[in-house]
């Protein structure tokens, strides 16, 4: 369960310290190739070292999430309400001033706002958002099929080719394989899309085009894997072959991923956290029940028609990214959260535009240092307080300008 928690806040952490979608985008991919990649190389170890004794394979896990823990020992804050917080905390000791306070102080704190805020924003989204609903539900039938061929590998390649419990283990590097190949894809397709944005293509400027011709591509490669797989697990066909299924099935799989968790960062931004974590609270329930069942739908329904079934329900959810680009906008227009996020960007252009306002009247042309302005122009609020370009807001007396002197915001 604690170790579930890397996973949920990983695109909030890239949102934080990526502004850039490109950049944030790319190191996602890195990101996911790397978790996709993790569990392929957990059978060939325990294959072989099991062989030695059962407890080993616990103690190689163990060692392994021990030196995982040294990174986050260094690993900085990065969500901006906190880093907000912890400079007023310090502006208020060195100035002394008991005024300056940062937006998320003045949050209602205690156990309903973390009821609301916090526990139920995931579901909540989940439940009203349709790009996180569907997105959810693609990327949980994707992850569960992953993980559930941890238990048809073996029965394939142990059961139908005799192969032994650590070699059988090897087959799952074609999925290895086919995650790192997902990444030149990943990164060819974004040189096509800043080509594209730099010449102010049409298409480069919706949203929906940034990510999900990813997925697009993904979804067959996915689906393709799925029937090679089971279509050709027989003894009379080498090994290799359905082994191979596993490059397509690794780039589908990742691009997938890729695709719609981008997708999601990028149209949430700020709540990305808790998209994010719908995502993963819901693909985990899938990836850890589904398995369960592969064992008696195999024995049923044969290596064959039981990897086919598969790939049908895969087909079903294969249409949502080709849905998510004809009608993404205005599922985006519709929700709250997106219309939360446009109403705090119009907010934002409007403040930036009165700043610059007292420039234009003087008659300067060059645009004016953002940083420097917010810094020297505090933001008047309704209550008599006032707001810096960094979110720090302090309770002094407005000035008979309008503006709140930088000695008296103290910042």
């Not at 990101?31 to 070292?49: E, H, R, Y």
């Not at 190689?60 to 917080?85: D, H, M, N, Q, R």
Request: charged share 20%.
């Amino acid at each position: 369960m604690n170790a579930s928690s890397a996973i949920a806040v990983t695109g909030g952490l890239y949102a934080d310290i990526y502004d850039d979608p490109t950049t944030r985008g790319r190191a996602m991919a890195v990101f996911m190739a790397a978790t996709a990649c993790g569990p392929q190389f957990a059978p060939i170890i325990s294959g072989f070292v099991s062989v030695v004794s059962w407890r080993w394979t616990f103690w190689v896990g163990f060692f392994i999430a021990l030196v995982s823990c040294i990174p986050i020992l260094v690993l900085p804050e990065t969500y901006g309400p906190v880093l907000l917080k912890r400079r007023a905390q310090r502006l208020r000791k060195e100035t002394g001033n008991p005024r300056i306070y940062a937006p998320l102080e003045l949050e209602k704190k205690g156990v309903r706002q973390l009821l609301t805020m916090t526990l139920t924003r995931p579901l909540r989204m989940l439940i009203f958002e349709a790009i996180v609903l569907f997105t959810c539900l693609y990327l949980a039938l994707a992850y569960a099929i992953f993980y559930l061929f941890f238990e048809a590998y073996p029965i394939i390649f142990r059961g139908i080719y005799g192969m032994s419990t650590g070699v059988s283990g090897l087959a799952f590097l074609p999925i290895a394989v086919g995650a790192f190949l997902s990444c030149p894809i990943f990164l060819y397709w974004d040189s096509i899309l800043q080509r594209a944005k730099a010449r102010d293509t049409p298409w480069s400027r919706i949203e929906e085009y940034r990510r999900l011709p990813l997925a697009c591509i993904g979804g067959p490669l996915y689906l393709i894997a799925l029937f090679w797989l089971g279509w050709t697990a027989n003894p009379r066909i080498h090994w290799i072959v359905p082994m191979l299924a596993g490059l397509p099935f690794g780039i589908g799989y990742l691009l997938i991923f890729m695709a719609l968790l981008n997708y999601l960062t990028d149209a949430y931004q700020i709540f990305a956290a808790s998209a994010m974590a719908a995502a993963s609270c819901t693909r985990s329930i899938f990836g850890a029940s589904l398995p369960l069942a592969a064992e008696p739908m195999y024995d049923r329904l044969g290596v064959s028609w039981s990897t086919s079934l598969l790939g049908f329900l895969s087909l079903g959810m294969t249409i949502i990214p080709f849905v998510f680009i004809r009608y993404g906008d205005r599922m985006r227009k519709a929700s709250k959260f997106c219309q939360h996020l446009a109403e705090r960007r119009k907010n934002l252009d409007e403040e930036e535009d009165r700043r610059d306002q007292p420039s234009r009247q003087e008659g300067r042309t060059d645009k004016p240092n953002l940083d420097l302005e917010r810094q020297d122009c505090p933001v008047d609020r309704a209550d008599g307080s006032a707001e810096d370009g960094k979110g720090i807001i302090t309770q002094a007396p407005i000035s008979p300008s309008g503006l709140i002197s930088n000695k008296q915001a103290a910042v």
